[in-house]
C-alpha cells in the first residue's frame, strides 16, 4: 500500500521542483538573451563605423588603417582587428600584426556576411561581431570586433545565486508545510479509519468528532449518520427479538401449567378437563398465528422480488368481507363498502389480502357495539386509494407514531385478549410499502380511526387491460 502522505509528498516535491526550475532558468536566460541582443546592436554600430571609415581607402595597409583607427577612438572594446582582402591581419590591437587571420569568422566574413557570435561563461560574456569592409562594391577586408564583458557577468552570476539560495528557501518552507499539512490530513483520515474499526468492532455507540468545514469533515459527519442508523437497526433487531420471544413464551407457559394442572390432579372430572383442553387449544392456536405473522413479516423482509400482478381491490375487500363477518356479528358491528369498479394495483393477490383483511379486522376489533365500518376504494388522479374507517375506540395521537411497530399495542391488554399479537398493521405497513404505496392513519369524525392507503395507478400496458 502507497501510503497517501508519501503520494501527496512526491506530487508537490515534483510541482515544487517544476516551479524552481522554471524560477531558476527563465530569468536568467531571458536577460541574458536581451543583453546579446544589446551586445549585437552596438558592436555592429561599431563595426558599421569602422568599416565605412575604412571604406574610403582603396586598399587596408598597416599603416593607413592605424591612422584612421586612431582617429575614430574606439575605446572600450577589448579587441579590434581589421583583416586585408587576403585575410592576413593588418591591425591588432591585442597583438602584433602581421599573421594570416585564423578566426573562422573573419574567413567567413570576406565572402560578404556579417557574423555575430556570443556565448555567456561564468567569468564573462563574449561577443564577436565580423563585418566585411566594402570599397565601390568590392570587398577589401573584415573590420572584426570582439567584447569581453566581465561586470554585468558577475551581475548575472550574482542574481544567479541568489536565486538558488531564494529557491532553496523556498524548497524548504513548502515541504515542510507540506509535510505538516498531509500529517494533519492522515491523522483524521488515521482517526476516521480507527472509528470505522470500533464500529465494526460492534460498538455502534461509537461517534466520530467531527471538526472543521470540509470534505474530510462531510465523510465524518456521513459516517455518523451511518453508524446511527446501524444503531438504530441494531436496536430494533434487539427489541424484536427481545419482543417475540416475549409473545411466545406467554401462551407456552399457560399451555405448560395448564398441561401440568391436568397431568397433576389424580382426580379431575371429564369437563374441566375439556375445558383445560380447550384452553390449550387456544393458546396453541395464539401460537400458530403469531409464527404465521412473523413468518409473513420475514417474507416481505427478505425483499424477495415477486412479480406483480393486477389485483382488484374490489374482489379483495369481498373476500376479507366473507371472513369477517361472523366476527363483525358477533360484535354488533355493521360493514358498509363503497367500491368503485376498476380499482386495480400491481401488487401480489395475498399482501393484498393482508392489508385490506388487517385493516378491516382491527376497525371490527376495535369497534363499540352498534358501530360501523365504512370501506371505501375510489381512484383519485393517479392514485387508488383504499380508506377504512370506523366509529370504534380511536387511537390517541401520541400512539399514532408507533402503531406500524412490531408487537405494539395501544392496550395490550385488551389487544391480547382480544387474540392480538401486535403484529397486523407492520404487516399492513411492509406489505404497502412493498408495492410502492404509502399509508397515513387518522382521527374519524366524530369518533374512531381513518386508515388510508394509495398506491401508483398502473398504466393500461402495466395491467394489460
Ligand atoms: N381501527 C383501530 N382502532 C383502534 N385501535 C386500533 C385500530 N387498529 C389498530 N389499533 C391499535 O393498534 C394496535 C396494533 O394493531 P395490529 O393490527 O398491529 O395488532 P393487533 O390487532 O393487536 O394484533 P394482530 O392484528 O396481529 O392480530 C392494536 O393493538 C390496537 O391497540
Ligand atoms: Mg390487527
Do not use: W
Not at 203 to 223: C, K, S
Not at 390 to 401: A, N
Amino acid at each position: 500500500m502507497h501510503s497517501i502522505r508519501i503520494q501527496l509528498l512526491a506530487f508537490i516535491t515534483a510541482v515544487l521542483l517544476i516551479f524552481l526550475v522554471i524560477l531558476n532558468i527563465y530569468p536568467i536566460t531571458s536577460s541574458r538573451d536581451l543583453i546579446f541582443e544589446e551586445k549585437k546592436s552596438a558592436l555592429s554600430g561599431q563595426a558599421a563605423v569602422v568599416a565605412s571609415s575604412l571604406s574610403g581607402l582603396d586598399r587596408l595597409a598597416p599603416d593607413s588603417v592605424r591612422e584612421v583607427l586612431q582617429l575614430l577612438d574606439l575605446g572600450g572594446y577589448s579587441r579590434t582587428v581589421v583583416a586585408g582582402a587576403d585575410g592576413t591581419v593588418v591591425y591588432d590591437d591585442a597583438a602584433s600584426a602581421g599573421g594570416a587571420a585564423d578566426n573562422a569568422d573573419i574567413l567567413a566574413s570576406l565572402e560578404g556576411k556579417c557574423v555575430f557570435r556570443s556565448h555567456f561563461t561564468e567569468e564573462a560574456f563574449f561577443s564577436s561581431y565580423a563585418m566585411p569592409v566594402t570599397s565601390r562594391g568590392t570587398t577589401i577586408g573584415v573590420v572584426y570586433l570582439c567584447e569581453e564583458d566581465t561586470e554585468r557577468a558577475a551581475v548575472i552570476s550574482d542574481i544567479q545565486s541568489r536565486l538558488l539560495r531564494f529557491s532553496a528557501a523556498i524548497g524548504a518552507v513548502a515541504l515542510l508545510f507540506a509535510a505538516l499539512f498531509s500529517s494533519v490530513l492522515l491523522s483524521r483520515m488515521r482517526e476516521l479509519v480507527r472509528s470505522i474499526r470500533i464500529v465494526a468492532g460492534g460498538d455502534y455507540a461509537h461517534r466520530l468528532v467531527t471538526r472543521g468545514r470540509d470534505e474530510i469533515t462531510e465523510l465524518g459527519e456521513e459516517f455518523n449518520q451511518l453508524t446511527e442508523r446501524l444503531e438504530d437497526t441494531e436496536k430494533q433487531r434487539r427489541r424484536f427479538v427481545s419482543d417475540a420471544s416475549h409473545e411466545l413464551k406467554t401462551p407456552l407457559a399457560s399451555i405448560r401449567l395448564l398441561s401440568d394442572s391436568i397431568v397433576q390432579s389424580e382426580n379431575m372430572d371429564g369437563g374441566t378437563m375439556r375445558e383445560f383442553a380447550a384452553d390449550i387449544g387456544h393458546e396453541a392456536e395464539r401460537l400458530q398465528r403469531t409464527t404465521e405473522k412473523l413468518l409473513d413479516l420475514s417474507r416481505l423482509d427478505d425483499d424477495v422480488q415477486v412479480i406483480d400482478e393486477p389485483v382488484d381491490i374490489k374482489l379483495t375487500t369481498v373476500d376479507a368481507l366473507s371472513v369477517l363477518r361472523p366476527l363483525a356479528e358477533e360484535k354488533g358491528v355493521k360493514i358498509r363498502c363503497e367500491l368503485e369498479d376498476g380499482c386495480v394495483v400491481m401488487a401480489n393477490t395475498d399482501d393484498m389480502f393482508h392489508i385490506v383483511f388487517n385493516l378491516m379486522e382491527n376497525a371490527v376489533k376495535y369497534n363499540v357495539p352498534g358501530g360501523s365500518v365504512l370501506v371505501k376504494t375510489a381512484t383519485e388522479d393517479d392514485r387508488i386509494v383504499l380508506s377504512v374507517s370506523d366509529t370504534g375506540i380511536g387511537i390517541p395521537e401520541e400512539d399514532r407514531l408507533n402503531i406500524f411497530a412490531r408487537f405494539y399495542r395501544v392496550d395490550k391488554a385488551r389487544s391480547r385478549a382480544s387474540g392480538g399479537s401486535g403484529l397486523g398493521l407492520s404487516i399492513v405497513h411492509d406489505a404497502v410499502l412493498a408495492h410502492g404505496g404509502t399509508i397515513a392513519v387518522g382521527q374519524n369524525k366524530p369518533q374512531g380511526s381513518v386508515f388510508i392507503v394509495s398506491f401508483p395507478r398502473p398504466t393500461s400496458e402495466e395491467t394489460g387491460i
